[in-house]
C-alpha cells in the first residue's frame, strides 16, 4: 500500500465554478518533463556519473470537476526512446494505470488484436 492510498487531496468546492465544471465529470492535469541527451552529454554523464540517458516522466492527475476531489494519480516514468516512439515509452505502463482504475475497453487477450 502507497501513501496515495491512505491521504485525501482536494482541489477545494471552487472547482465546480470552473466554465467546464456544469458539462464535465472529470477534470484532467498532465505534467510531462522529458531530458534529450546528446552524444557529448552522454559520454560527460558516464565520466562523471551523471545522466548518461534520456529520461521523460508523465504525470496525470483526475480530480473530480463537482466536489475538486483527487481521483487519481499516475506518475510514469519512460522506458526506452520517447521521442522516436513515445507509444512505446508511455503505451502498455498508460494501458496498466488506466485498466486499473476501470478507464477505458479491457485489453485484448493475448494472441489476439
Request: net charge positive.
Amino acid at each position: 500500500m502507497d501513501l496515495w492510498s491512505l491521504a485525501r487531496f482536494t482541489l477545494g468546492d471552487d472547482v465546480a465554478l470552473l466554465p467546464c465544471a456544469a458539462t464535465t465529470g472529470v477534470l484532467v492535469f498532465v505534467k510531462a518533463h522529458g531530458q534529450v541527451l546528446t552524444g557529448g552529454k552522454q559520454a560527460f554523464g558516464l565520466l562523471l556519473a551523471g545522466p548518461s540517458s534520456s529520461t521523460a516522466s508523465l504525470i496525470l492527475t483526475m480530480a473530480d470537476a463537482k466536489t475538486g476531489e483527487i481521483l487519481a494519480y499516475v506518475r510514469i516514468f519512460s522506458a526506452g526512446n520517447f521521442v522516436a516512439d513515445p507509444e512505446k515509452s508511455f503505451g502498455k505502463r498508460l494501458d496498466k494505470q488506466f485498466a486499473k482504475m476501470k478507464i477505458g475497453a479491457p485489453a485484448p487477450p493475448k494472441g489476439k488484436a
